[in-house]
């Protein structure tokens, strides 16, 4: 591997994923390191004993801008994505009113994460690797990993992780970027994934929830490509999740199904399935102005979708902006 030009990314997210998908397009070798078991991020997926899936991170993406446009014409193209009709509503205090906006709302297709692995089919990841440091060198950026192993060197470094996470990374050695990065919060967010015996009958699919302790309920099997069994996503709200961070995932999971039912004003039926999972880092606050950070100097880069949009389109063209930052400076 060319000692200068390689890249490495750290984090195979949406930013990562499209960073390094960029890059190697332009001829330029590069490796991707995550620390879970699948790509995606926080646009995953994830399946219950019972077989059935659930998009438990991000639920669906909408499009502004035309690079991203037509990057999501291709998924459309390949059966990667695919628009979600469901019937989605504003749901408050018991009232149901419909959504004034009419936006197209995309999913994964057979499941969110399917975007991510598709990008990933055709780069070098290595997963289930936690990098837990780096290091500067002359010729670049060396990696350890959690067992040990050093990587690289690589001529540029990428962290396509949280503020937060960068910062712990560097060992607080990021220069002014610092001060940039360190007040971006990400709200947290519990996430339960119910799935009935029967059908759980109320007139929607989705519902914006503004109503303590939910932001939004979904039936994930109403997106397409989904088996039928008839499964939710649940998410509380970033104010609910800091008061019960802590608590264990099976109390959250059962605390949150007792509101759903208020919420909905169903009685109790009954179920297949109950989990929750714990976002400790899901939206960002306030995204910095910016799409990515390169300091030239440092050889270093940072992206995600904490800078320029809070959302699958706001990372994707963060990762986008990083790789031709890296492309336009001087070697
Ligand atoms: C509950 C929830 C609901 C959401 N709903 C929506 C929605 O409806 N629409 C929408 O557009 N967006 C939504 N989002 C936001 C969307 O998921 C994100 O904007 C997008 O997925 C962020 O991508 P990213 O690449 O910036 O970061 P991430 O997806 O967080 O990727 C970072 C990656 O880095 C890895 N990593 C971190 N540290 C290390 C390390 N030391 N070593 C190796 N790997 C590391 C992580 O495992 C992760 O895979 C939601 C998010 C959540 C959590």
């Not at 994923?17 to 620390?35: D, N, R, T, Y």
């Not at 990098?131 to 959690?146: A, K, N, P, V």
């Not at 712990?168 to 610092?178: D, E, M, Y």
């Amino acid at each position: 591997m060319d000692r200068i030009k390689s890249v490495g990314v750290i984090g195979a997210g949406m930013a990562g994923l499209a960073c390094a998908g960029a890059l190697q397009a332009a001829g330029i070798p590069v490796a991707l390191f995550e620390k879970s078991r699948g790509v995606g991020g926080r646009m995953a997926t994830r399946r219950t004993e019972s077989g059935s899936a659930f998009d438990h991170g991000a639920q669906y993406f909408t499009v502004r801008d035309l690079r991203f446009r037509q990057q999501v014409e291709q998924w459309c193209l390949a059966g990667t994505a695919a628009l979600w009709l469901g019937r989605i509503i504003r749901l408050e205090q018991g009232v149901i009113s419909e959504l004034n906006e009419p936006i197209d709302r995309y999913v994964g297709l057979p499941a969110m994460n399917s975007i991510a692995k598709s990008l990933a089919s055709k780069l070098n990841v290595n997963l289930n690797c936690t990098i837990q440091s780096i290091h500067s060198f002359d010729d670049g950026w060396g990696l350890t990993d959690s067992n040990q192993v050093l990587h690289g060197p690589f001529g540029r470094l990428v962290l396509a992780i949280p503020p937060q996470q960068a910062i712990q990374l560097t060992q607080a050695n990021l220069g002014a970027t610092q001060a940039l990065i360190c007040d971006i919060e990400l709200a947290p967010c519990w996430a339960v994934m119910v799935q009935f015996e029967q059908r759980f009958d109320v007139p929607y699919d989705a519902a914006f929830v503004h109503q303590a302790p939910f932001t939004w309920v979904a039936r994930n099997s109403s997106k397409p490509g989904r088996d039928t069994s008839d499964c939710w996503v649940l998410h509380a709200s970033p104010e609910w999740t800091k008061e019960h961070l802590e608590q264990p995932a099976d109390q959250v999971a059962g605390q949150l199904l007792d509101e759903f039912w208020h919420v909905t004003g169903q009685s109790p039926q009954p179920v297949a399935a109950l989990a929750a999972h714990r976002w400790r880092f899901a939206i960002p606050r306030k995204p910095l102005q910016q799409r990515s950070i390169f300091d030239p100097k440092q050889r270093l880069g940072l992206c995600g979708d904490w800078c320029g949009g809070p959302r699958i389109e706001g990372a994707f063209l963060s990762g986008i902006a990083m790789a031709e930052a890296i492309l336009n400076s001087p070697s």
